[in-house]
């Protein structure tokens, strides 16, 4: 075979210039914008203290049914005629719910912005919640929950999740909840929690031409008939991590795969080792370049794909490594798995690894904040986690200039190998022995 052209090398990264941030307050709320000169498209979020984490227990899910309700019509107009103005705009409602946070967006042209946020408020500051369309909509959410809960990996996940932060606190219980916890929600749940958290007025995020948009007008719109101070923000919690590793299996007969989840608590995402953390897990198991990519997908064959990652909410955060692999493999994967967390947490990363590290992620980030949707995501951030405006703009050149030494230490301190938990979803009668004897930790049984 002939070679009659060498691949082209990477280029000099082009410089990147997150657009300015613009706070101010306007009808009792706070408006944060970004302004896109020559951008015809305008997203326009409203940002509420109303995540999973303020539900009660028992009721965990309550935040997604809410949701879903809102798209059932409201006071002024049944859901028929509520989805007939919103397609009339060109446009639909995007919501999503985390730890944290409830949000919802639309995205129009900017001449219609103004018609587009009333509708968005008209859903959410007054929603009709029909008794009957609640409990349809719950219904269903509970029916998808079941059968997503089906299949390897949420029983996994909330076996991790409870065994990390306990499963009397509300971050120690699945953030949507589970079947039974969703089935659980009444229609006084919605209304109250409704009342309780959707009546303040929150923050109103705005992307686009700012030229071309009245930010005062969308604000008075978003923030009518509110009113409240915003909920105070708890400290974060301690980390608190055990000094052995331990063992839950929980049992799915006659699987012919393993669903292996290891993992430790972690700090809150507003961290200052949040960028070296990031780079550090990207080394171990966040790309597909990955040390526990490489070995244990590459090397051992075991599986199609393992990664590692930190997620983390405002008051708290976690490590986890997630795969699937052949039942036979179980204990192999999961010494390999261990083995790759103590060797970086021990000897760091090394300046080639940091490198692709840093390049992926920076390049990645400059991708990622193209159009209005990805701006208003990261004012989001900026507003959930108190970070400072100008975080988004030195974050590719925190990337960038983050050293191995930097990113070394931040391993030592954040990855505990001794300290993991180990969940395997699998048919216990088949790896139960060898986890035994493997020396990796001390074997529990299934926490359901």
């Known amino acids: 075979m002939t070679i009659i052209a060498q691949r082209p090398g990477p280029g000099a990264a082009r410089p990147y210039r997150f657009p300015e941030v613009i706070r101010r307050q306007v009808a009792g709320g706070e408006v944060v914008a970004a302004h896109l000169p020559g951008h015809r498209l305008a ?162 995020l705005v992307t686009g031409d700012l030229d071309l948009i009245d930010l005062d007008a969308l604000a008075a719109t978003a923030f009518a008939g509110t009113g409240g101070e915003p909920s105070p923000v708890d400290p974060p919690l301690p980390v608190q991590l055990r000094d052995r590793r331990r063992i839950i299996l929980v049992d799915r007969p006659g699987s012919v795969q393993s669903t292996l989840r290891l993992g430790h608590p972690a700090p809150h995402r507003s961290h200052p080792d949040y960028v070296p953390m990031t780079l550090a897990s990207t080394v171990l198991g966040g790309a597909f370049t990955s040390r526990l990519n490489h070995l244990i997908r590459e090397v051992r064959g075991y599986t199609y794909g393992i990664r590692s990652d930190f997620g983390l909410a405002r008051r708290f955060g976690r490590f986890s490594v997630s795969s699937s692999v052949q039942t036979a493999v179980t204990t192999p994967a999961l010494i390999d798995a261990v083995g790759e967390v103590a060797r970086t947490q021990a000897d760091g990363v090394s300046e080639e690894e940091l490198a692709t590290a840093r390049s992926w992620r920076a390049g990645q980030l400059t991708v990622e904040l193209q159009t209005p949707a990805a701006i208003a995501s990261a004012l989001t951030t900026l507003v959930v986690y108190g970070l400072p405006d100008d975080y988004h703009a030195r974050l590719r050149e925190h990337l960038l200039s983050a050293t191995v030494e930097q990113v070394s230490a931040a391993a030592a301190t954040h990855l505990h190998a001794q300290g993991l938990t180990v969940v395997v979803e699998g048919d216990a009668a088949q790896v139960r022995d060898e986890l035994a004897a493997s020396g990796l930790g001390e074997l529990l049984g299934d926490p359901a």
Do not use: C, I
């Open 43 to 204: 997203v326009a979020s409203l940002l509420l203290d109303a995540g999973a984490g303020h539900e009660p227990a028992g009721r965990e899910g309550l935040a997604g049914v809410l949701t879903k309700a809102l798209e059932e019509g409201t006071a002024a107009r049944d859901s028929a005629a509520y989805a007939l103005a919103l397609e009339s705009l060109g446009t639909e409602l995007f919501f999503s719910v985390d730890w944290d946070s409830f949000r919802v967006g639309v995205q129009v042209p900017a001449a219609r912005l103004g018609t587009a946020v009333e509708l968005l408020a008209e859903a959410v500051r007054r929603p009709r919640l029909d008794p009957a369309d609640v409990s349809r909509v719950r219904d269903d959410e509970a029916t998808a929950l079941r059968m997503y809960w089906a299949n390897p990996g949420p029983r996994a996940d909330a076996a991790l999740r409870a065994d990390l932060f306990g499963a009397d606190q509300r971050h120690g219980r699945p953030m949507g909840g589970d079947p039974d916890s969703v089935a659980a929600v009444t229609v006084a749940d919605v209304v109250d929690f409704h009342r309780t958290w959707f009546s303040r007025p929150g923050t109103l």
